[in-house]
């Protein structure tokens, strides 16, 4: 499956984006999503993920509370909803898909290129 995310840009500090992973298949629904984040430098972050139905959701605690992770599998596409960002926010966000819910990017088969972040103060 290809993924592509979307909807990063830059913002001030208590700002909110959307981001969206959209997939190419109709099958999307078969697999479970993820978000991961990645500064220079870093190992790559998990943010959230959700599973195939989007009945079970696992935020990290790092952005629990200010973000939202849901899927539209008509439209073949997960969003997630980041509020009240802060600058320590700013990265590269990708979004990956498997086969389980997990929060390990090595949990993951499939990713998009990712779109990035940037939260000024």
């Known amino acids: 499956v290809q993924l592509q995310a979307s909807g990063g840009g830059s913002v001030q500090a208590g700002g909110s984006l959307r981001l969206s992973c959209a997939a190419s298949?109709?099958?999307?629904?078969?697999?479970?999503i993820g978000w991961f984040r990645q500064v220079p430098g870093k190992e790559r972050e998990f943010v959230a993920a959700?599973?195939?139905?989007?009945?079970?959701?696992f935020v990290a605690d790092s952005v629990k509370g200010r973000s939202t992770i849901s899927r539209d599998n008509a439209k073949n596409t997960v969003y997630l909803q980041m509020n009240s960002l802060k600058p320590e926010d700013t990265a590269v966000y990708y979004c990956?898909?498997?086969?389980?819910?997990?929060?390990?990017?090595?949990?993951?088969?499939?990713w998009g290129r990712g779109t990035l972040v940037t939260v000024s103060s």
């Open positions: 959700l599973s195939r139905s989007g009945g079970s959701t």
């Open positions: 990956a898909a498997g086969t389980v819910v997990n929060s390990r990017p090595r949990g993951y088969d499939y």
């Open positions: 298949e109709r099958t999307f629904s078969n697999y479970a």
